[in-house]
Structure formats: C-alpha cells, structure tokens
C-alpha cells in the first residue's frame, strides 16, 4: 500500500525530468490530505520554487480568494500542480516534462482520494480531461475523470491578466460549491 511517507520520501529527489537540474525547490503539494475537493495548477513559479510551496505568489492571492467565496480555504482542500519543478521563465511545462512528472500527482489523487478534481488553466484540463480542452469554451463543464465529477476553470494568473473573465469564474465557483454541498 502506498503511504504518504513513501511518496514524499521518493519524491523529494527526483530527476526524473531536467527541470529538476534548475529548481531551487520541489513544489510537492500542500493541503487537507483527505480533502474531499482537490485543485491542481499547472507548475510553480518564482515565487513557489522559492517556497517550496504550491501558490503562495499573486495567483496564489488570487486563489485564496476564490476559495473564500465558496467557504473553503487551504486547510479543506488539498492543491498541487501538474509539474512539480518550475520551468525555466514560467514558459508552459513540456509534454515530455508532464508525463515525466505526472506519476506522483496520480498516486497523490489516490491518497487523497478526493470526491471532486478541479483543475485551474488549460495546461491541467489538457492532462485531465481531453488534448484539446479548450479552456474558454469549456470552464464549469463538468466531466468525468477518474471516476470522479471534475471541472476546469480559469487558472488564477489567466485572472489577473484579464478581469473581464472573472464573472464567468464566480459562476463556476458556485457551481463548484453547489456539488460540493450535494456530497454532505
Ligand atoms: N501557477 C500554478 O499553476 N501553480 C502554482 O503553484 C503557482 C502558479
């Protein structure tokens, strides 16, 4: 059986991938480790590999905020990313470097075993959900994933670069919050 001790321990060294050579620190994953709702980003940026810690930067406000407005904060939820290095200059994770990487998210989403995924941008919905999600049409569908309800929405930094997308965003979030309530 699979343990969390086991993961993180296996983890921590990986150079599974070159943006292993150039993080400053792995970006594991943080939250409630049996959350019955867990979010996953694309990758850390500056400030996350800094930290060694998923969304602590300006998306990451951004996140807490979005949070907030359905009742939830980090300690209910449990938050990774698809990659777990920083890519060099925040570019988009390469395909290569996603499936190099994506085998600890997958044991991460059995341990956690939560009841609904979220992933916030195009690059997680891709890995998720289809190769050619497409993030502006498809935002607050909900899909099946792993044998779980799922749903895309915006990523937070897509967010801060255009405000105009964050009514559609509250939206899905009450969704979100409306299947959530469905699990009690
Ligand atoms: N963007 C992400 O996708 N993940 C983070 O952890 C930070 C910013």
Redesign the pocket.
């Known amino acids: 059986m699979d343990s969390w001790d086991a993961l993180k321990r296996e983890c921590a060294d990986c150079r599974r991938c070159e943006l292993g050579s150039t993080r400053t620190n792995l970006?594991f994953g943080v939250g409630n480790e049996n959350a019955d709702v867990m979010f996953i980003?694309?990758?850390?940026?500056e400030?996350?590999d800094r930290k060694g810690?998923?969304?602590?930067?300006p998306?990451?406000q951004l996140l807490d905020t979005m949070l907030e407005i359905i009742d939830l904060d980090r300690t209910k939820v449990y938050?990774a990313?698809?990659v777990k290095c920083r890519p060099p200059r925040n570019r988009d994770p390469l395909p290569d470097e996603q499936m190099a990487c994506i085998g600890w998210l997958q044991r991460q989403i059995e341990l956690v075993n939560p009841r609904i995924l979220v992933f916030?941008?195009r690059?997680?919905a891709t890995a998720f959900i289809r190769a050619d999600f497409r993030i502006t049409k498809e935002h607050g569908q909900w899909y099946n994933v792993l044998g779980r309800p799922a749903m895309a929405l915006y990523?937070?930094?897509a967010l801060l670069r255009d405000p105009s997308k964050r009514p559609e965003t509250f939206v899905d979030l009450k969704q979100l919050q409306q299947e959530i309530r469905k699990l009690s």
């Open positions: 970006v980003g694309e990758g850390p940026g400030q996350e810690e998923p969304f602590v930067g998306a990451g938050i990313n698809i916030l941008g690059i997680a990523h937070p930094s």
